[in-house]
């Protein structure tokens, strides 16, 4: 895929009005009496990629369908650049999709794949040939535009798929797990080739993934899906950094959770009692609930001198493993199990199996979180 801008359509020229703007307000999607998407407020800005991150059946997919056109409201409103679209038929909608399965015309070569949505506007066959080429080098795919979807790999199709949805120039895009066919290695090619292109094109996107690290690695922003509804959104790395749950903190990434008592809790900080792991101080984000535990990522511990860190727990060393470049030590310490990622292929700081260590965290890397019921 060619990260160069020079081979934009006139139509997408950088003059034009920042657009692809889409929001979702109060959003609802019912089968039967089950709630597939529940009350939604959404909002994709011009530009900015947003991705849908939740565990199947999360409503991600339903979200997608409603926004592309596929799919009715049961209430509320999707709007795209301010103007209301309930009403406008898929193609009326100037989106792209590329949806889970990429469904080309078998019959129908590259270039008339991609030409599609041309000769459903419209478009005359001797211009339609010349923008499917454009759009198919766009996406890396120069000079194949008359091999057959079958000649060609799973990653090309995926693009040739992805050139059909830009071809007539979409006001934004809309990905549903676009990636979720390809190995590992290629899907993470494609992740970076994506991001460049959503960047020079300069174009919104709306993004389903249920892979954490394809939605940390791509988006601007984060929205957390569960049974239909949001359950936090962010930042990437704010969201990874202040998990408002145990949920949200185990779905992304992995995490330890030191069930505590809140003493205090002031100007974003608490001062939690973790019993055997003893009084500290950690991070709020004034979560409420009934229940509270401290999340600590593997990364964020550290062996530390037990009377140089003022956040620390004793224990022993249950496991050790080398992954490459970290070792992953399990440890129990105050009582409960905990994992340690450390950084290097050696580690100095344990004496083995069933040493006994200290523990340490920096307040700053600790967040304070609801433990749902
Ligand atoms: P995701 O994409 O996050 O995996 P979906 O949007 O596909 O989730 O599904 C959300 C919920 O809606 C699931 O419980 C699913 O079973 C249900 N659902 C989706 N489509 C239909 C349908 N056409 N009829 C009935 N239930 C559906
Ligand atoms: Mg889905």
């Not at 100037?94 to 270039?111: E, R, T």
């Not at 709020?284 to 511990?301: C, F, M, N, Q, T």
Request: hydrophobic share 40%; glycine share 10%.
């Amino acid at each position: 895929m060619t990260t160069t801008t020079t081979q934009q359509t006139s139509a997408s020229a950088p003059h034009e009005e920042r657009r692809g703007a889409i929001e979702l307000r109060g959003v609802r999607k019912m089968y039967g009496n089950i709630a597939a998407v529940d009350d939604l407020d959404l909002s994709v800005e011009p530009g900015e990629f947003v991705t849908l991150l939740g565990p199947s059946g999360s409503g991600k997919t339903t979200t997608m369908m409603m926004v592309a056109g596929f799919e009715e409201l049961t209430s509320g409103t999707v709007l795209i650049d301010g103007e209301p679209v309930d009403r406008l038929p898929p193609k009326d909608r100037n989106l792209g999709v590329v949806f889970q399965s990429y469904a080309l015309f078998p019959h129908m070569s590259a270039a008339e794949n991609v030409g599609f949505p041309l000769r459903m506007r419209g478009v005359q066959r001797g211009e339609r040939r010349g923008r499917a080429e454009e759009a198919l080098a766009r996406v890396g795919l120069a000079g194949l535009g008359d091999r057959r979807p079958r000649q060609m790999s799973g990653g090309q199709q995926q693009r040739v798929a992805l050139a059909r949805a830009l071809v007539f120039n979409p006001a934004a895009l809309l990905l549903d797990e676009p990636m979720a066919a390809l190995d590992k290695r290629l899907r993470e090619q494609m992740q970076d080739e994506v991001k460049t292109l959503q960047q020079s094109l300069g174009i919104s996107v709306l993004f389903v993934t249920h892979d954490q690290d394809e939605a940390m690695s791509m988006s601007d922003r984060i929205v957390v899906m569960r049974d239909g509804r949001i359950v936090q959104e962010g930042a990437p790395e704010d969201v990874y950094a202040h998990p408002r749950t145990d949920w949200v903190a185990n779905f992304l990434g992995d995490t330890n959770l030191l069930p505590c008592t809140v003493l205090e809790r002031k100007d974003g900080e608490a001062v939690v009692d973790l019993g055997a792991w003893g009084v500290g101080r950690v991070r709020d984000r004034g979560a409420k609930g009934d229940a509270y535990a401290v999340s600590i990522r593997p990364e964020h511990l550290r062996f530390v001198d037990a009377d140089r860190c003022e956040n620390r727990g004793s224990g022993r060393v249950l496991s050790s493993t080398g992954l490459g470049a970290t070792i992953r030590h399990r440890l129990h310490v105050g009582g409960q199990d905990v994992v340690m990622r450390e950084l290097g292929t050696g580690s100095r700081a344990t004496g083995g199996l069933d040493s006994e260590v200290t523990v340490g965290w920096s307040p700053e890397e600790a967040q304070l979180l609801v433990l749902e019921p």
